[in-house]
């Protein structure tokens, strides 16, 4: 079982940043394989980044990859998504999610966090 809790969001200029947090709690995290995801209003759910917990590993969204950077403090279990030159589009409600490593299905999901960006 693994619990997540987002923070970090909120309302910022185009052209700003800002760096979400995702707290992990559970056991084996050096198993499992943590993501950030986000939810615009009226459309689906979309891949953003993920980080192998153990390795480091990480893959980020071809949209997002000049601007967003996915990492993780083992030491703190938190993972972190910071985004650069934020634009209209990135507005969203973005969850941080986990699975194991030897899954397809991210089963753990944190509450969301809102992303707003004013043009």
């Known amino acids: 079982q693994v619990q997540l809790a987002e923070s970090g969001g909120g309302l910022v200029q185009a052209g700003g940043s800002l760096r979400l947090s995702c707290e992990a709690s559970?056991?084996?995290?050096?198993?499992?394989?943590m993501g950030w995801f986000r939810q615009a209003p009226g459309k689906d759910r979309e891949f953003v980044a993920s980080?192998?917990?153990?390795?480091?590993?990480?893959i980020i969204a071809d949209s997002v990859k000049a601007r967003f950077t996915i990492s993780r403090d083992n030491a703190k279990n938190t993972m972190y998504l910071q985004m650069n030159s934020l634009i209209a589009e990135d507005t969203a409600v973005y969850y941080c999610?986990?699975?194991?490593?030897?899954?397809?299905?991210?089963?753990?999901w944190g509450q969301g966090t809102q992303v707003t960006v004013s043009s």
């Open positions: 999610a986990a699975r194991p490593q030897v899954t397809s299905d991210y089963n753990y």
């Open positions: 559970g056991r084996f995290l050096n198993s499992y394989r």
């Open positions: 980080i192998n917990w153990s390795s480091g590993g990480s």
